[in-house]
Each structure stands twice: as structure tokens, then as C-alpha cells.
């Protein structure tokens, strides 16, 4: 398996959560997110959301080098909505799912 530089893969037997974590920290300041299998529709979409996040939040860390809070600030407001919108998932077994 490929290894994606501040990305982890979660696959544990005996737990709900499949997917990839995206973990980065400057000065002491964490930003950590993950993407769910389930949430983006398979592992492969999940690994291109939580690049395409990545590659935001490197961009934004670069344009605020002195204050990465305010790199985190802004690549959260920037981060992608998943794939469906709250409360508007699908459900198993329905029709229109």
C-alpha cells in the first residue's frame, strides 16, 4: 500500500469506523480530520477528500507560516462538504438510497 504523508489508514476488525485520517501539527497546534469510507462512498473518495484537504491545509500553512491556527481557521472554512449533507444520507434498504 502506498503511504500518503500526513495521512493514515483506519481498518480495524472490531470497530465502525473504515477510512483515512489526516493529522498535521505546527507549533504545538493540531488539526486532525477524518474521512469515513461509509460518509464519501468508498475508500478510494475518501483518500481523494482527505488529500484534496491536505493539500488546502499545506497551502494555507504556507501563506500563514508564523500562525498556524489561523492556517487551521482557514482550511476549515474552506474544507469540502461530505458527499451528502446532514440528515440527508441515504438509508439501507430505501428506495431512493
Not at 476488525?13 to 461509509?38: A, N
Not at 481523494?48 to 507560516?65: G, I, K, N, V, Y
Request: glycine share 6%.
Amino acid at each position: 500500500m502506498k503511504t500518503y504523508k500526513h495521512i493514515t489508514r483506519f481498518t480495524y476488525e472490531f470497530t465502525s469506523f473504515q477510512g483515512w485520517r489526516l493529522t498535521i501539527c505546527r507549533q504545538q497546534r493540531h488539526y486532525t480530520r477524518y474521512f469515513s469510507d461509509k460518509q464519501y462512498g468508498g475508500e478510494e473518495a475518501a483518500l481523494q477528500a482527505a488529500l484534496h484537504t491536505r493539500d488546502l491545509l499545506m497551502a494555507s500553512l504556507a501563506e500563514f507560516p508564523a500562525n498556524p491556527e489561523c492556517a487551521f481557521e482557514k482550511c476549515r472554512a474552506e474544507e469540502p462538504l461530505s458527499r451528502y449533507p446532514r440528515g440527508l444520507r441515504p438509508r439501507k434498504n430505501h428506495p431512493a438510497g
